[in-house]
């Protein structure tokens, strides 16, 4: 007898899934996510420190990956996830893109992003400082000590010249507004509800660009709900890996 739509074969190998981390993020983003699923889910992050391009961003993390994989990217990483949709749309079986954008930067976040390169080039590399924290994570998890260490911990080991390059590929990129109609894979689009960065309208907006797309709002998390809620992430992911293709 045939399993039902959306469940998980337990006969079947557990499926590929890419992972591909936002600025000034490591694997430890995606940390609680591959425990939680790693009875159906193998999981590989990406390394994108390397490359000043999105397009070369989604080349490097292609390497390795077998024929047919899940993709699942978080801010610039979805950014990454979006180009390699337009490089390899046939390696794909499962999109989700989290807290990110498909709009380009507007002229005052560019402005703003330009300044930050060159205070970054001028001065010691900071990244993310408590005063920066704000703007990352919910407002109820700020005294999380744990929490905001690990976040800070991460932006370090991405270190400075990483992150001129994440920055440089950042401010480049291209609108995939208009590629988004033809992404034609089972796609979850989930933001933090109070994300300042990339807000809940802007995935409201990838949602309705992608045919079939869902999405989830994550309460009570800012921009890294991987890290901040991660337990209804984990769940959200087991449900997009559980839906049939």
């Known amino acids: 007898m045939a399993a039902p739509r959306g469940a998980i074969n337990s006969d079947c190998m557990p499926e590929s899934v ?3 981390p936002g600025l000034l993020c490591d694997t430890r983003l995606w940390r609680d996510q591959i425990a939680a699923l790693s009875d159906i889910a193998h999981a590989t992050v990406a390394d994108l420190t390397r490359d000043d391009s999105v397009d070369d961003m989604a080349r490097h993390a292609l390497q390795g990956m077998p024929d047919r994989f899940a993709l699942c990217g978080l801010s610039m990483g979805g950014y990454v996830a979006l180009a390699l949709m337009r490089l390899a749309p046939d390696r794909v079986t499962r999109l ?4 990110t954008s498909a709009r380009p930067d507007s002229e005052e976040q560019a402005r703003r992003r330009r300044g930050l390169i060159a205070m ?3 001065h010691r590399f900071r990244g993310v ?3 920066l924290l704000p703007m990352l994570i919910h407002p109820a998890r700020q005294t999380d000590t744990a929490l905001t260490q690990e976040v800070m911990d ?12 994440q920055q440089n590929a950042i401010l480049h990129r291209p609108d995939s507004r208009p590629h988004l109609p033809a992404i034609n894979v089972p796609t979850r689009v989930a933001v933090g ?3 300042q960065l990339t807000p809940p309208d802007h995935a409201r907006e990838i949602a309705a660009g992608i045919p079939g797309a869902i999405l989830h709002v994550v309460s009570n998390s800012g921009h890294l709900p991987p ?3 991660p337990d209804e992430v984990s769940e ?3 449900d997009w890996l559980a839906e049939a293709l």
């Open 18 to 20: 890419l992972f591909l």
């Open 96 to 99: 989700c893109l989290m807290d």
């Open 120 to 122: 970054t080039r001028a």
């Open 129 to 131: 400082t408590p005063r």
């Open 154 to 165: 991460m932006a370090e080991r991405v270190g400075r010249d990483a992150f001129l390059r």
């Open 193 to 195: 509800s109070d994300d």
């Open 227 to 229: 890290m901040e809620r």
């Open 236 to 238: 959200i992911l087991r």
